[in-house]
Structures are given as C-alpha cells and as structure tokens.
C-alpha cells in the first residue's frame, strides 16, 4: 500500500467520499436497527469521519498547491 503522500487528489477525493459514505451507512444501519449497535456504530463512525476528513484535508491541499489539476 503507498503511503498518503504518494496519493494523487483522485484518490483523496475518492478515498474521502467512500469514508464519509461508511460513516453515513453505519450511522444509517443503526438507526434502523433501533441502536441495537450504537457501541460498534459510533467509534466506527467516527474514525471514518476522521480518516475521511484527512483524505479530504490532503485532496485540498494538492488542490491549492497546484498538483491536484493535471490539465492545467
């Protein structure tokens, strides 16, 4: 697996999304199942919105720094 630095902005981007779409699914699943989960749910969640937000944080910054558009 490459490291974070070697992601390309697709991947942070994509990597972004799929996390914060985990966190959204498994808060999701455990509503419908009436919290029968919010022990497992919740720091699940959380860590995806967090490892979402660094991929989020990283696609940003290559954005500014100028390598995040390859057709410019």
């Known amino acids: 697996m490459r490291s974070l630095k070697d992601w ?4 942070c981007g994509i990597a972004g ?3 914060c779409a985990i966190a959204l699914g498994t808060l ?3 509503a419908i199942n009436h919290n029968a989960f919010v022990c497992v749910a919740v720091p699940v ?3 995806s919105l967090a490892a979402g937000g660094i991929a989020t944080a990283r696609a940003r910054w290559l954005w500014t720094s100028g390598r995040g558009n390859q057709r410019r």
């Open 8 to 11: 390309t902005f697709q991947m």
């Open 17 to 19: 999304f799929v996390c």
């Open 28 to 30: 999701y699943f455990n």
């Open 45 to 47: 969640a959380i860590i």
